[in-house]
């Protein structure tokens, strides 16, 4: 019996597989032979290690036909043409029986590995990866080919993935970030960094790892081993450069030339120092936050104790890791020196009930003299469970944006919303138009579906944008709401004609050029076409040859007026009227007919207008309008000043006189003044006295105002040579006792009727049945300082009466 080895199979010096050796134990064998057979064949260079099936291990025990087993190995990462022989199972069976078969079971095989069911060859099918996996446990059996009855019980074995040098070393935490108190010591610590190497850390120095610094010194040095960063340089000072940048460098190999190296970088912050470190009263806080809080609400509030005071004692805090840590923020309350944590995003119980963040708090300041009392931060898990809340709709737009042509028909649909309920339950939705924002009602929704309808025809030129708020309200729950913006924009047709821009005020001088320009006139259009405005203008097609003027186009949308002669007269026509069609370019085209009111004005040399009135012509050369309206103002004033002066003289100097609607009989008239005799001639003309012939019309009473005005009286007078002024006194007597609009002046008055009720009675003595002497006048003198001198008078006329 002897082991055969595969030829051509070898890997520096070891073979790459040993080979499975079937050993025919005869029965006059002992076991002790057998073993010695074994050993000698493991002095020939395989590898020990071979064992009986069901063998304890340190005892020998002789069993009929056995497989005895040495380890197989097959190198990683090999790659051929042709399948790798790893080993080869042989039986003493197989002395050239045809109904034997090899058969191989377990991990891999079929797929990795696979046996020549003739020979029993093994070989491995594909390239293999130690890191993957190290060793695959395999059961082989001998079978009769023909009845798949078992010749053999069957055998385990194992085939080892011998390794290579194929991974570099990798730093899994890095890039790394460090603090180190500043003017620390030479050797003091800063990090500590891990590589790993995945290859075989037993079979050669494939992992073996030597750390070194490429970037960084002479500020930092590493230990090889431990990988520990330490302080290399004495006396480095945070003010003169607080932040360093480390290149680590883990080669495996020991560091020998072809090993593999991998990189991280450290970087490394100088800090001030202080003796103690913060530290959060407990490592673990757990809030419940209902899913409606508001953002920058707080959440819940978590505090780092620090037994320094001041500037040393102030700590801040950050959200260093977790689930979706971007929904918190947290900050530091400067007066409480406490975390806040605060909603940055919306949360939602039915996407997330739960969040776990980690909290770093670290020192701000710190003292130079404790550098050694380590990183100066410490953190914390906070655990956020969410509370299930009712939540209003949600639109599936937070706004919506419309553009509708403004011709578009009632009742149209020109946009549909949408709204869901985000809760579990899913309770139906109502759409509703917030009517403040729609105060012309201008449009309609359907409470069910959410289609927008245009209830009024819509007008571009009164309103470009209309700006609705859209509800969506919960069924089940009313007080849920929710709004969305929609933005309507209405859309440009060509239903507005051009018409001129302003109100034009044109004036041509008389002196003025043929070909002159006198207006340049332009035009809007309420309209906004795309490409646009264009207008074309012309003169209305009766004044197409229009004698006087005609019109230029600039090419920029505007026109120039210009005269056609220069034969314009205001004596000959003072104002020209032009009428000017103005048409855009729009589909279907609008125009509309405009009027532009020519003046012709009288101008100076340098064409400066001066006056467009035709009574202006013929006033005298250096007198302006301004100083004729002056002048006509100060005459004016002139004759109201002597009207009233008039006025208030005639006031003066006219009597007291009676009122139409009084009774004359009953009232008695006071004169305060005396006549002037002779010299009074208000009352009669003396010189119509002395010639009452030179009346042949009517003379106005100087002394009344007659209401009713009667024809002249016709005196009566005598002979032309004849004065008798006894007639004309009787004769204006009568007329002035049969004209009713004349007082009784210089006339006796009868009272021929006394009023009722009197307290005095009467006071006439014509009609009373006493005599004289019978009338006593004492009482009059009770009735009052009015009466009194009445009283006086007629007491005088008894006592003259007495003998």
């Not at 309770?427 to 927008?452: A, C, M, P, W």
Request: aromatic content about 8%; some cysteine; charged content about 25%.
């Amino acid at each position: 019996m002897a082991l055969r080895r595969p030829n051509g199979m070898g890997h520096r010096g070891v073979w790459t597989s040993l080979l499975l050796v079937w050993i025919t134990c005869a029965t006059h064998t002992s076991m002790s032979a057998l073993a010695n057979q074994l050993r000698g064949l493991d002095q020939g260079g395989t590898a020990p290690g071979m064992r009986q099936p069901g063998e304890v291990r340190g005892t020998l025990t002789r069993a009929k036909r056995g497989w005895v087993w040495n380890q197989m190995f097959v190198l990683e990462e090999f790659s051929g043409p042709d399948p790798i022989l790893v080993g080869r199972l042989h039986t003493d069976l197989d002395v050239g029986n045809k109904n034997l078969k090899y058969v191989l079971a377990g991990e891999g095989a079929g797929t990795i590995f696979a046996i020549n069911e003739r020979t029993g060859d093994i070989h491995a099918m594909k390239r293999l990866d130690r890191e993957e996996k190290a060793e695959y446990t395999l059961t082989a059996q001998v079978i009769n080919r023909d009845t798949n009855e078992p010749l053999e019980p069957p055998s385990e074995f194992i085939i080892k993935v011998q390794d290579i040098n194929d991974n570099a070393p990798e730093f899994t935490n890095g890039p790394y970030h460090a603090t180190v108190p500043e003017m620390s010591q030479v050797g003091t610590p800063v990090t500590k960094v891990t590589a790993t190497d995945a290859d075989d850390p037993v079979y050669g120095n494939s992992a073996k790892l030597v750390y070194s610094i490429l970037e960084g010194q002479p500020y930092f040095s590493i230990d090889p081993n431990t990988a520990v960063i330490k302080i290399a340089l004495q006396g480095m000072d945070r003010e003169m450069r607080e932040e360093y940048l480390v290149v680590i460098q883990a080669k495996d190999m020991g560091g020998h030339m072809g090993g593999l190296s991998g990189t991280t970088t450290v970087t490394i912050t100088l800090t001030d120092v202080n003796d103690n470190p913060p530290k959060f009263s407990k490592s673990l806080y757990e809030f419940t936050i209902p899913e409606d809080l508001g953002i920058g609400q707080v959440g819940g509030k978590v505090k780092a104790n620090d037994r320094d005071m001041g500037e040393n004692a102030k700590s801040t805090y950050n959200v260093i890791g977790g689930d979706d840590k971007d929904v918190f923020e947290i900050t530091t309350d400067s007066q409480t020196q406490e975390g806040i944590l605060r909603l940055k995003k919306p949360l939602d119980f039915e996407n997330k009930k739960s969040y776990t963040l980690r909290v770093e708090a670290t020192n701000v300041n710190f003292d130079p003299q404790f550098s050694g009392s380590g990183p100066f931060k410490d953190t914390a898990t906070v655990k956020v469970a969410v509370e299930d809340s009712d939540e209003p709709p949600v639109f599936t737009q937070p706004s919506y944006l419309v553009e509708v042509h403004e011709n578009t028909g009632v009742n149209a649909v020109i946009e549909q919303v949408a709204a869901h309920d985000p809760d579990i339950t899913g309770s139906l939705v109502r759409y509703f138009i917030d009517r403040h924002t729609d105060l012309e009602r201008q449009f309609n929704i359907n409470v069910d579906d959410g289609k927008i309808t245009l209830a009024k025809p819509l007008d571009r030129e009164m309103d470009m944008w209309h700006n609705i708020t859209v509800t969506a309200m919960e069924v089940r729950n009313h007080s849920q709401i929710s709004r969305a913006i929609v933005a309507i924009k209405v859309l440009d047709i060509n239903d507005n004609a051009p018409e001129f821009a302003m109100e034009y005020e044109t004036f041509l001088c008389e002196n003025g050029k043929p070909g002159q320009v006198i207006q340049t006139v332009s035009a809007v259009d309420k309209d906004d076409p795309k490409n646009g405005h264009f207008f074309i203008y012309s003169l209305v097609p009766e004044m197409s040859n229009n004698p006087n003027f005609t019109i230029k186009d600039n090419k920029d949308n505007s026109i120039n007026v210009l005269a056609k002669h220069d034969t314009f007269r205001r004596q000959k026509q003072e104002m020209y009227y032009l009428p000017i069609v103005v048409s855009d370019n729009g589909s279907p085209p609008m125009s509309s007919t405009n009027t532009l009111t020519i003046r012709v004005c009288g101008c100076s040399k340098e064409g400066i207008v001066q006056s467009c009135n035709v009574e202006a012509y013929v006033l005298p050369i250096g007198l302006s309008m301004g100083a004729l309206i002056a002048i006509l103002a100060c005459i004016i004033l002139l004759l109201v000043i002597v009207v009233l002066f008039v006025t208030l003289r005639r006031h003066k100097n006219e009597p007291l006189i009676i009122k139409d609607d009084e009774d004359v009989r009953e009232n008695i008239i006071r004169y305060d003044d005396e006549g002037g005799g002779e010299e009074d001639t208000e009352a009669f003309d003396i010189a119509t006295l002395q010639n009452p012939d030179g009346i042949n019309g009517f003379l106005p009473r100087k002394d009344i105002k007659p209401d009713l005005q009667f024809m002249p009286r016709q005196g009566q007078h005598s002979g032309p040579n004849g004065v008798d002024v006894d007639e004309f006194i009787n004769v204006r007597l009568h007329e002035a006792d049969n004209d009713p609009t004349a007082p009784p002046y210089d006339s006796i008055q009868i009272y021929g009727y006394e009023g009722r009720g009197s307290v005095a009675s009467s006071l006439s003595s014509l009609e009373t049945a006493s005599s004289d002497s019978d009338q006593n006048f004492d009482y009059l003198r009770e009735w009052g300082p009015h009466f009194r001198r009445l009283g006086e008078l007629y007491s005088v006329g008894e006592s003259d009466r007495e003998p």
